[in-house]
């Protein structure tokens, strides 16, 4: 167990839907990074908060936003949903906002299909 | 596993026998390498990272291997169990950067008992 809790575990929706996906962080961890993963695609980097705030973005869809509450909690929003947004997402946590810790610890993910 | 891809790489291997996953990553200004296993139904899982200024670290049955020449990384387990048996992938972060992972493929490993 990483620690990282995420919900929901499974979700199935309609193309145009929204849906928000939820993590909550390893206790003491700060920074909140989210990747989504599918299959043609792997593990690919959405963006990261740290702390509340926005730190860095990858391959993140103008449809998809996330935030990072005070109690570190973050939640990832994906709208006008498409086929294609069919795939894991993880949410992975660390203490601090770079690499210099070293481990990033992932929680089990969210599948979500979309159909 | 349902989060692995369908035309992964694949290792098979008897139980007990060593392991070798290779990896190459194409960004040379990369300076910090992890490798992590994923098991079905689960997120990916840190085995071992390595950072640039180095070429060889050791952990417990696991051996990480960086050539910076050809910008090649391996993984090497040792007496490899069934539980070993899973995706691996190596990930890459850009040197200054914030921890924006860089995945590779991934590999398959599957311990035959």
């Known amino acids: 167990d990483s620690g990282v809790t995420q919900t929901p575990k499974h979700l199935i929706t309609a193309t145009g839907q929204r849906v928000t996906l939820r993590c909550s962080p390893r206790?003491?961890?700060?920074?909140v990074y989210w990747y989504q993963q599918s299959l043609d695609q792997g593990l690919q980097f959405l963006i990261q908060?740290?702390?509340?705030?926005?730190?860095a973005k990858g391959n993140i869809l103008e449809r998809f936003s996330a935030q990072q509450f005070p109690d570190l909690h973050s939640e990832l929003n994906l709208s006008s949903l498409e086929l294609g947004d069919s795939a894991l997402y993880f949410c992975a946590s660390s203490l601090t906002a770079t690499q210099n810790t070293g481990e990033l610890f992932f929680g089990e993910g969210s599948r979500l299909t979309v159909l | 596993g349902e989060s692995v891809g369908l035309h992964l790489p694949t290792l098979s291997v008897q139980e007990g026998d060593n392991s070798i996953i290779n990896c190459a990553y194409s960004n040379s200004a990369s300076d910090y390498f992890i490798w992590y296993k994923q098991e079905s139904g689960k997120g990916p899982q840190f085995i071992i990272d390595i950072r640039s200024n180095m070429d060889k670290r050791q952990g417990q049955r696991v051996t990480v291997l960086l050539n910076k020449t050809v910008k090649h990384l391996s993984l090497q387990i040792a007496a490899t169990q069934p539980g070993d048996s899973a995706v691996y992938f190596c990930a890459e972060n850009e040197r200054g950067s914030n921890y924006k992972l860089t995945f590779g493929k991934g590999t398959l490993l599957t311990v035959n008992p």
């Open positions: 908060y740290y702390n509340g705030e926005e730190r």
């Open positions: 206790s003491g961890d700060l920074s």
